[in-house]
């Protein structure tokens, strides 16, 4: 079977990287795998045979709105040459951009398409022109697939009316062995003087919506001062929010560590996860959080919309009518700080809940070829 993958995560090129050694993984299941990486000119990025079977190819577009266009394009060009089988290939695209490209490539060589969806679309908060922009091409996207792919069970209620296709729940595979026994290199209560350290792992991107931790942290510090906030992560946010910590007199309580290789030594010596994001997908930094043993607070997105509040991990709602976000959080933190054992119940009962929900790698991957190979005989 030959696959051509239509993606937007650079890391594919980076070696070493947790991506480039998963595309090896997936190269494995298949005869070719083809990449079509949306990327800028500006990137500098390369053709690149990623291993014996595996090809990139980056559009290097010199506008961002043309990244589909190219991608596109280029999709087409590789289909031809590489001499794709009706039958014995599939397109698979991710999100909604990449999935544009794809059902353009498979009106042209009615090859059959999957599309995956990470990201919510329905949230309420998926808001914005270019977001709102999506949705409408999602709907056509979705219309136009052979098959769909999700990370949560929600998420495929939520896109079931929009498409006929077959609808696959596959949660991304996070190896629980691995973040078990990985070692701690550093504490991060020896970094910094904080008696109690929330941990933030997030892009710094406005849908993370990182003022809702700020603010919760400023209400937190008026009954326990000595609490810290640690944000890791990078993203067009980030001079905002330092902005936003001198607003708020924060300054010397919060650390940007910036893009961390490593989360291990993060999540194992912090005291509690935060999650602020308007949606998510799924919500990975929360499952490496949880498994590492840390409590979690967050909100209703994602895979947190399978946990029991108060069970699992503190949710809340981001509904002003149920109260201000900001103290929701604040009021949980405080909760947690003056409850060890309130914490120690949170952090195994959502240990031993994600261990039930997650799946080998193995399984992960033969579920994720027999996908392939059923949509490659939706041939219409």
């Known amino acids: 079977m030959k696959v051509l993958m239509i993606s937007s995560d650079r890391k594919v090129l980076a070696p070493g990287s947790a991506v480039s050694e998963r595309m090896k993984e997936y190269g494995a299941l298949v005869e070719e795998l083809h ?226 290789d490593s989360l291990t030594s993060f999540y194992k010596t912090a005291n509690v996860f935060i999650q602020t994001s308007f949606f998510e997908g799924y919500g990975l930094s929360l499952v490496e959080a949880g498994l590492s043993g840390l409590p979690v607070i967050t909100t209703s997105v994602g895979i947190a919309t399978e946990l029991a509040h108060g069970k699992d991990a503190y949710i809340y709602s981001l509904d002003s009518t149920r109260g201000k976000p900001e103290e929701l959080f604040a009021q949980g933190i405080i909760d947690l700080i003056e409850n060890n054992q309130k914490r120690e119940n949170l952090r195994t009962n959502l240990r031993n809940t994600l261990e039930s929900k997650l799946i080998s790698k193995e399984k992960y991957l033969s579920e994720l070829k027999s996908g392939w190979e059923k949509t490659a005989l939706k041939i219409r």
Do not use: C
């Open 35 to 260: 990449i079509v990486l949306l990327s800028d000119a500006s990137h500098k990025l390369r053709n690149t045979q990623l291993d014996k079977n595996i090809w990139v190819y980056p559009t290097n577009s010199f506008l961002d709105i043309l990244r589909p266009l190219d991608a596109a394009r280029l999709g087409k060009k590789i289909i031809f040459k590489n001499q794709f089988v009706r039958g014995q290939s599939v397109i698979t695209a991710q999100d909604i951009e990449s999935g544009w490209a794809g059902m353009k490539i498979k009106n042209k060589w009615r090859i059959p398409l999957e599309v995956q969806l990470h990201a919510d679309p329905f949230s309420p908060y998926f808001t914005g022109f270019q977001n709102m922009v999506r949705k409408l091409f999602m709907k056509k996207v979705l219309r136009n697939a052979d098959s769909v792919r999700v990370v949560t069970e929600s998420l495929k209620s939520k896109i079931s009316k929009f498409t006929s296709a077959n609808i696959q729940v596959l949660p991304i595979y996070v190896d629980k062995e691995k973040i078990e026994n990985n070692r701690i290199t550093f504490d991060l209560h020896a970094r910094y003087p904080w008696h109690f350290i929330i941990l933030a792992v997030s892009r710094l991107a406005p849908e993370k919506n990182l003022t809702l931790a700020l603010e919760a942290l400023a209400l937190v510090r008026h009954r326990f001062p000595d609490t810290g906030l640690v944000i890791v992560g990078s993203g067009p946010e980030e001079n905002r929010l330092k902005l936003l910590v001198r607003k708020l007199k924060l300054e010397g309580v919060v650390e940007f560590a910036g893009w961390q």
